[in-house]
């Protein structure tokens, strides 16, 4: 690993190192969605390189970059394996979240084993109650990608706060030991690489050190002024971000494997002068050409939208609840964009693209599984931005 934690130093080896990785995790696609989790030799090559090391704080061994350094690195994994990327994104990301919780879970986990790895279930499944010193968990949670490669979960919940109407939105942080995890759960037509597995809680309590609002987090009230730089930015439009590179970085996947496809193949049709190459139809062409526009654009908003957020955070300024609405708008468009690219390439397979062995249909239902994630709902987020732009007022919304 490089002495130097200078982002201009790092960061480009960050994405070399995931570029070298491409072949070897197109390679192993097949055999992790076979598997239905991701293989420990592709978690071994993360760990070496550094990947879930990049949100993690310098002051508990990590490199303590920017969460659009992590973009990066999915924009180049998910070119060799979404599944891969998606697993990253979650394990990485969540390097973030336990700052957010404070230095006593930071301490709690990473002083005891500075490579431990953070799975989740953020959705509240499952309850949580209010005890005293902490809260109770008790029930099932769905959905926690990468929970086989982790040593502790963070899972989500509603708890009634005294005196207050509704219920606050906080995550526990668990070691996954003290969880049921279940391995039959998780049977999809996409992303089966990700191990999303279902798991159940028996009551157990987790202390308030160990938890945090994502009200909190969302609102900017837990101190984020005060925490080192790369830790200032919204929580959910954070979240969101680095979910939809994962994204992006499949779509990314599916140009370079409609490319190279499309560049041995030859139509079947005979126009008279012999069977023509698909790389010289002209509708293939401009197929190929829009998809790749539509990635490096979505890619293009993401460095966009943290050059604009990391302009307020270096003048000391809070970053606009009305630019933060955009930005929720602007990453699911990325989903979107991602999603019409790959269907876009999809239609000039023919009859090649029914096939479970074509890498580029494997990629669609990767891309389809993941834009269907919550969060990249377009409708809802478009909602909330026109709803500013004619009232003036944002929304209730967490961003």
């Not at 999809?188 to 159940?200: E, I, N, R, V, Y």
């Not at 050409?289 to 979505?298: E, I, P, Q």
Request: proline share 5%.
């Amino acid at each position: 690993m490089p002495a130097s934690h200078d982002p201009a130093v790092l960061e480009p080896q960050l994405i070399e190192r995931a570029r070298a990785l491409i072949p070897v995790l197109q390679q192993r696609a097949a055999e992790s969605d076979s598997a239905r989790r991701l293989s420990e030799d592709t978690v071994a090559n993360f760990r070496a390189a550094g990947f879930f090391k990049i949100l993690q704080p310098q002051a508990y061994g990590g490199h303590g970059l920017s969460p659009l350094s992590l973009c990066r690195v999915l924009f180049e994994v998910g070119r060799g394996d979404m599944s891969a990327a998606w697993v990253l994104f979650v394990l990485a990301l969540h390097q973030y979240e336990v700052v957010l919780a404070g230095d006593a879970a930071c301490q709690a986990i990473w002083g005891e084993d500075p490579d431990a790895l953070v799975a989740s279930s953020v959705a509240p499944f499952g309850s949580l109650e209010a005890a005293e010193g902490g809260y109770v968990l008790d029930g099932r949670w769905r959905f926690s990608s990468g929970i086989d490669h982790a040593q502790w979960v963070g899972i989500g919940g509603l708890v009634a706060t005294p005196g207050q109407a509704g219920k606050e939105f906080r995550m526990s942080l668990l070691r996954t030991r003290d969880v049921h995890i279940d391995h039959g759960s998780w049977n999809p037509f996409g992303l089966a690489g990700t191990g999303s597995k279902d798991f159940d809680v028996p009551r157990v309590f987790v202390p308030a050190h160990m938890t945090f609002s994502l009200q909190g987090a969302a609102r900017m009230e837990l101190g984020q002024e005060r925490l080192p730089r790369n830790y200032r930015y919204p929580f959910w439009t954070v979240f969101n971000a680095v979910l939809a590179a994962a994204i992006i970085g499949g779509a990314n996947g599916a140009v370079d494997e409609a490319v190279e496809q499309m560049g041995t193949r030859v139509g079947s049709a005979d126009t008279g002068s012999g069977k023509q190459a698909a790389a010289a139809d002209p509708f293939v062409q401009s197929r190929i050409g829009r998809a790749r526009v539509l990635v490096r654009t979505a890619m293009a908003r993401h460095v966009a939208m943290f050059g604009e957020m990391d302009a307020f955070i270096d003048r000391g300024e809070p970053i606009p609840v009305d630019l933060r609405v955009h930005y929720l708008s602007e990453i699911a468009q990325g989903a979107r964009d991602a999603e019409e690219a790959v269907l876009t390439l999809y239609k000039t397979t023919g009859g090649r693209g029914l096939s479970l062995d074509n890498r580029l249909q494997a990629i669609l239902r990767n891309v389809l599984a993941g834009a269907n994630h919550i969060a990249m709902n377009l409708d809802p987020t478009y909602k909330n931005l026109g709803s500013l732009l004619l009232s003036g007022e944002a929304p209730p919304v967490p961003c």
